[in-house]
């Protein structure tokens, strides 16, 4: 069979483009290559050899090929792990933090606003002191499910730590579109969760906003800005959004 026969085009021609360089050069190649499949794509590494002639020349060209689908599966499988959080798949501060910088980056390249959400959960604590961390386990994926229901898709919402989450808003309008988006939140987390065999469980959750580049031209000002905002409406009574302001935190919902 031809290559073609056997291998999606563009690995073919990927393939085929290492034979041809072995051909012409006469020394050994190596390369990965992806075979996709319908249960699973398989890697492999494929070694290209030039087999010489009497007089040294290249009269052919053998290639072996080592299926290393399980270690490309392991090394995603880590990669993943360094950037998601592994409850609630959400991207982790990490990676959270790299998506802000570059909203940040959009954000000044296009003379745009953008909106970064503090939300802490209000007395998360007592759900796993009452019912145990499983039951905390199921509520933190249940939030974060409504968070994401609750942002388009151009928006990133990350999990920091605990109860800990955050959203930004790239592109805004304006200060009114972000709050509304955190005061939809806001209600959207305090209608009760049904934690299957757990019982239903009503909660609040406290928000933090805070805008760029009036609250921050980077992201470790914004970010503070966020986190102190939150910490205003957690100190208010909790069950609340509060929008940044450089001496304090009003509050606006």
């Avoid at 794509?41 to 290249?58: C, G, H, M, N, W």
């Avoid at 959009?106 to 939300?119: G, M, S, Y």
């Avoid at 031209?217 to 069950?239: C, V």
């Amino acid at each position: 069979k031809k290559i073609w026969d056997i291998f999606p085009r563009d690995e073919a021609e990927k393939r085929f483009t290492v034979v041809k360089w072995v051909f012409e050069n006469g020394q050994t190649r190596i390369i990965e290559v992806r075979v996709p499949r319908p249960d699973g794509d398989r890697f492999y590494v494929t070694t290209a050899k030039p087999i010489l002639d009497d007089e040294s020349q290249v009269a052919s060209v053998i290639c072996i090929s080592k299926d290393i689908t399980d270690r490309k599966l392991a090394e995603e499988a880590l990669v993943r792990m360094a950037q998601y959080d592994g409850l609630t798949d959400l991207p982790n501060r990490a990676l959270f933090s790299d998506r802000l910088q570059h909203a940040i980056s959009e954000a000044v390249r296009n003379k745009t606003r953008l909106a970064l959400l503090f939300i802490d959960l209000d007395h998360f604590k007592t759900v796993n002191d009452t019912c145990g961390h499983a039951a905390g386990d199921l509520l933190i994926q249940a939030v974060a499910l409504r968070l994401q229901s609750n942002v388009r898709k151009s928006d990133t919402v990350g999990r920091l730590a605990g109860d800990e989450f955050v959203v930004v808003l790239p592109d805004i309008e304006g200060d009114s579109f972000a709050m509304a988006v955190a005061d939809k939140i806001r209600d959207s987390l305090s209608q009760p969760f049904d934690l299957n065999e757990y019982q239903s469980h009503a909660i609040s959750a406290s928000i933090g906003v805070a805008i760029y580049p009036d609250h921050g031209l980077t992201e470790i000002e914004l970010t503070r800005s966020a986190d102190n905002a939150m910490y205003g409406a957690k100190s208010s009574g909790r069950n609340q959004v509060r929008l940044f302001q450089s001496t304090s935190s009003i509050l606006l919902r």
